[in-house]
């Protein structure tokens, strides 16, 4: 089918690639957009949480975060082989840069390349005008259970609110909101007592692109999308963890 993957650069969208090559569903375009610069990033965040917020958050990036990867290597690479997910980088040549996902040479090249569907793969926040660009099925991987865990790290914020059996990743249609789109499948894989904050995404990715590759072959012959899951009410948007969010969660044993 003709595929075109909208994404930021990095491990998950070189996985995510692989594998729907692997599943023999090759993007004809690979577009990707650069990294937000750190500063917008930043006033961005204490313009939605305030300062205090932001600086619980740098602290949690500049004291935890550094001692979870180095003891988390051994266990990605154990979901990687487990799951048969590939994560060679990408070839330059593969990729095609662009301004961002909302420029308005996105929107033309999207035109021109006439996708039957989109993915994205960590990609800002769509602009509706893309997304009527795309004209087709826009469908992103989200790494927690909507609407109930919105935002980024829906796995660690399940855990840490006590609702194991929410955590896990939502396949959805997109829309302009916040991980707000139609729900096509609920995946809840159970974490290993040797995961945490850094494992948890990929364990996610993995028990979702199965439900990715089988949506989009429905698509390529011709079956449609399956019927949404019903969900109920709006849910919450989640941030980063600050260090005091990420110590209290420690004592109830989420890492």
Wanted: glycine content about 10%.
């Amino acid at each position: 089918m003709r595929l075109v993957v909208l994404a930021s650069g990095g491990p998950p969208t070189d996985i995510l690639v692989n594998y729907l090559e692997d599943a023999g569903l090759s993007p004809l375009a690979v577009l990707i957009e650069p990294a937000q610069s750190r500063r917008a990033l930043l006033r961005g965040r204490a313009r939605r949480l305030g300062w205090r917020a932001v600086v619980g958050q740098l602290l949690f990036m500049a004291l935890v975060l550094p001692p979870l990867r180095r003891r988390a290597g051994a266990r990605l690479a154990a979901i990687r082989s487990a799951h048969g997910l590939r994560a060679d980088p990408l070839p330059a040549d593969r990729m095609i840069e662009i301004a961002s996902v909302n420029a308005p040479e996105t929107r033309t090249l999207l035109q021109r390349l006439a996708p039957q569907a989109v993915v994205l793969s960590g990609t800002r926040i769509v602009k509706p005008e893309v997304l009527q660009a795309a004209g087709v099925p826009v469908l992103n991987i989200h790494a927690g259970i909507t609407p109930e865990f919105r935002g980024v790290h829906g796995g660690y914020w399940a855990l840490w609110s006590g609702r194991p059996q929410d955590f896990g990743a939502t396949l959805h249609l997109v829309d302009p909101g916040v991980d707000t789109g139609a729900v096509l499948a609920h995946l809840r894989p159970a974490p290993a007592p040797e995961d945490s904050f850094v494992t948890y995404p990929l364990l996610q990715l993995a028990a979702a692109l199965p439900a990715l590759v089988a949506v989009l072959q429905g698509l390529g012959t011709g079956q449609g999308l399956p019927e949404p899951v019903t969900t109920a009410g709006a849910g919450r948007q989640w941030y980063h963890p600050t260090l005091g969010q990420y110590l209290a969660g420690r004592q109830r044993g989420v890492r």
